[in-house]
């Protein structure tokens, strides 16, 4: 029996892959509506992407071949959903992001922070997780996890290294009197006093040891908490926020681009610095209590260790060189695309966009900006112009310097390589997905089937949708997630009269709170890997971290997010829509 069962359970993907489709068969069959294969191809879709049966991006790519067979929409009209505006600026932005991470400016940026911050414990994980969030707000979570945790894990060696043969000492002023002896059953939990000093004994040992493994696991897992908690900051820092904005465009296009890179921006980066502060200090809690004379150091000289570590940050950063002629280039734009990004039309005045053409700023969207940015890198030389015959000599000093004086700032090989173009099809996917409910008829009958829920009030339902999302983000990858839900959730606003924004904003920003399980995200996994952590570990201070973020969301949705989308009224452009 047992081997039989180890056979079925190897197969388990082949079995879900060929079983799925036959058990959903019904539904289209006997049902036979339009609104019922909408249906059939989202729950397969779903199953497949919970179970990564196949992989996401191909999973992503099933409308293309369903929707036509059961006569809910066009192939050409399927076919357009996957190269959206919103794809665009994931990739412009992506691009720019490519840009930075092969220039090393995000690792001058994350070392230079921490010299500034220093090497308290307290301290230093304060500067670990604002390095993190900040450059996951502009690059990917994963990349930005894969280049922290290697300088967590070399200050860490510095911090835990301990000489065995040499006895730990610490001042002291009493000697034992005169003709006293020492009780023997106490010598393992007291101070052994030798001229003057006090040497640690084996139990306190024990239990310095025991903290440092817990500090271990405090400054690791802050990374990849950081990673997931920046990423929400911008509207390109993770997947579901462009599933949102794409949603948005799809299911309501009279909406008036009320979410875009400013907007969202000014919603979430307090949430985001109120989430990281509260991280901060419930991991300083589980991992490293609150001793201030211990973990911020006041009025404490700095130990050989912390000098010690400090000194791997400053070689780490000297190792760089000089800032080079590419690295400043490609810091110039990417301020340039910031900046481009809050002032096209940042909502409290007109933006240049509208100046400039004379026209609805809904002309030149984020998208623009974010490849005219990435154009400009493919355009723009790695070295000072041969014009430049007084440029500085440390301009030359780069880390590419095998690369020809004509080459530009960013090859496309470089972007094949980096660029996740997974997610591009998975965005497509969803936007498909989105389409085809719409056209099927199947969002209104959804929305229909949801009108009782008028008698809850919205915030009740917002939390409710956010438990559940951010539990069942834990399980799946955080963009499937948001591609699921959005579309539903839609509709269901829609059928109630609640701003759709109320419930849709909050449930995007849960998507991304995958703290509980390595599995979850791959910086999880990146952290996990290093072996300073137990599934256990992270699975108890995921769920209150899991809580937190809840928390934080409904305050900021019905404090500045209330006053920024005006909540409180159903908008002209979700009634207006065959959602």
């Keep these: 029996m047992k081997p039989s069962l180890k056979g079925l359970w190897q197969l388990k993907n082949r079995v879900i892959l060929f079983c799925t489709p036959f058990i959903l068969l019904p539904l289209p069959l006997i049902i036979g509506t339009t609104e019922a294969g909408c249906a059939y191809v989202i729950v397969l879709m779903a199953v497949y992407w919970c179970t990564e049966v196949l992989p996401l991006a191909v999973t992503a790519l099933l409308p293309v071949l369903l929707f036509p067979l059961f006569g809910i929409m066009q192939s050409k009209e ?10 665009m600026l994931f990739v412009g932005g992506l691009i720019v992001a490519v840009a930075v991470e092969h220039w090393n400016l995000h690792k001058r940026i994350a070392l230079r922070v921490l010299l500034i911050v220093g090497v308290r414990p307290a301290l230093l994980m304060l500067g670990f997780m604002g ?15 894969a280049m922290m945790v290697p300088i967590v894990q070399a200050v860490l060696e510095q911090l835990n290294s301990t000489q065995a043969e040499v006895p730990q000492i610490h001042s002291g002023d009493s000697q034992p009197a005169e003709g006293e002896d020492k009780q023997p059953g106490k010598q393992a939990d007291s101070h052994v006093v030798l001229n003057g000093l006090t040497v640690s004994t084996e139990a306190e040992r024990r239990e310095e040891a025991a903290e440092r493994r817990k500090m271990c696991k405090g400054l690791t897992l802050c990374v990849c908490y950081a990673a997931s908690i920046g990423g929400t900051a911008t509207l390109t820092g993770t997947g579901p926020n462009l599933v949102l904005t794409g949603q948005m465009s799809q299911l309501f296009p009279e909406n008036g681009d009320v979410i875009n890179f400013a907007s969202w921006f000014g919603f979430a980066f307090p949430n985001m610095i109120l989430m990281l502060t509260l991280a901060w200090l419930w991991l300083q809690f589980v991992f490293m209590g609150f001793n201030f004379r211990k973990t911020w150091g006041c009025g404490v000289v ?4 912390e000098i010690a570590a400090y000194n791997v940050i400053r070689e780490e950063h000297r190792q ?16 340039l695309l910031v900046l481009l990004w809050f002032t096209r039309d940042p909502g409290f005045t007109t933006g240049w966009a509208t100046h400039i053409f ?15 940015v990435a154009v400009l890198l493919f355009v723009l030389p790695s070295k000072p112009p041969l014009l430049c015959f007084r440029r500085s000599q440390s301009f030359d000093m780069e ?43 199947l969002s209104r009958w959804l929305g229909n089937q949801m009108t009782p829920l008028h008698t809850i009030p919205p915030w009740a339902i917002a939390i409710i949708l956010c438990l559940m999302i951010a539990t069942f983000t834990e399980c799946t990858s955080n963009v499937a997630t948001a591609t699921l839900f959005l579309p539903i959730l839609a509709s269901m606003c829609q059928s109630i009269e609640v701003n759709p924004l109320y419930v849709m904003v909050p449930c995007t920003l849960s998507a991304s709170f995958a703290f509980m399980l390595p599995v ?9 890997s290093y072996g300073y952590l137990k599934v256990s570990d992270m699975a108890k201070t995921g769920v209150v971290m899991n ?33």
């Excluded at 399927?78 to 794809?87: A, E, R």
């Excluded at 690295?327 to 734009?333: I, K, P, R």
């Excluded at 004379?358 to 005219?372: G, I, M, S």
């Design 78 to 87: 399927v076919c357009m959903q996957y190269l959206k505006d919103t794809n």
């Design 131 to 145: 390095v993190t969030a900040f450059l996951s707000m502009w690059i990917s979570n994963t990349a930005t996890t």
């Design 302 to 305: 700095k130990t050989e260790k």
């Design 320 to 335: 760089l060189g000089a800032m080079s002629f590419g690295e400043m280039s490609v810091l110039a734009l990417f301020t």
């Design 358 to 372: 004379n026209t609805d700023a809904e002309y030149v969207t984020d998208a623009t900006v974010a490849v005219f």
């Design 399 to 441: 880390p590419h310097s095998s690369r020809p004086a004509s080459s530009a700032l960013l090859t496309w090989r470089v972007v094949q390589k980096k660029l996740p173009w997974n997610i591009v099809l998975l965005l497509g996917g969803g936007f498909a997905l989105a389409k085809g409910s719409e056209e099927s008829g």
């Design 520 to 528: 979850a995200t791959p910086p999880n996994a990146i952290v996990f």
């Design 547 to 579: 809580i937190i973020g809840i928390l934080c969301i409904t305050l900021a949705i019905n404090t500045w997010g209330r006053a920024m989308f005006n909540l409180d009224s159903f908008p002209t452009w979700a009634n207006a829509t065959g959602v």
